[in-house]
């Protein structure tokens, strides 16, 4: 069975740090690619961030860049986002995701992804 479980979530103010973890079980991550995506109620699941285990090629939204950053712990089969500057318009439901590696995968987008965790909440006052 694979899972993936988010952790790290929180209430910070603008302008702080926040670092989320996503540990994967029933897989091992090196061979697939690994993002983060995050939903507001009410609107589309948006992706944020992605990683490729095998080059550590990443993509970032626009509006993240230079701000979020992903990594990989193969070791621990666990994906990371830190996130810092965080700004209100950051605040959602952050969700883990993996595609395995296959021709025409990609982890931008909700809809190429094969697994998904259940969510931790990010909240950021002003």
């Known amino acids: 069975e694979v899972q993936l479980a988010e952790s790290g979530g929180g209430l910070v103010q603008a302008g702080g740090s926040l670092r989320l973890s996503c540990v994967a079980s029933?897989?091992?991550?090196?061979?697939?690619?690994m993002g983060w995506f995050r939903q507001v109620p009410g609107k589309e699941r948006e992706g944020i961030a992605c990683?490729?285990?095998?080059?550590?090629?990443?993509w970032y939204r626009d509006s993240v860049k230079g701000r979020f950053t992903i990594s990989l712990d193969h070791d621990r089969d666990t994906a990371y986002l830190q996130m810092n500057s965080l700004k209100p318009e950051d605040a959602a439901i952050y969700y883990c995701a993996a595609v395995y590696k296959r021709p025409g995968a990609q982890c931008r987008t909700s809809d190429g992804m094969d697994y998904w965790g259940k969510g931790t909440l990010v909240t950021v006052s002003s």
């Open positions: 990683i490729s285990s095998s080059d550590g090629t990443t």
């Open positions: 029933g897989l091992t991550i090196v061979d697939y690619a």
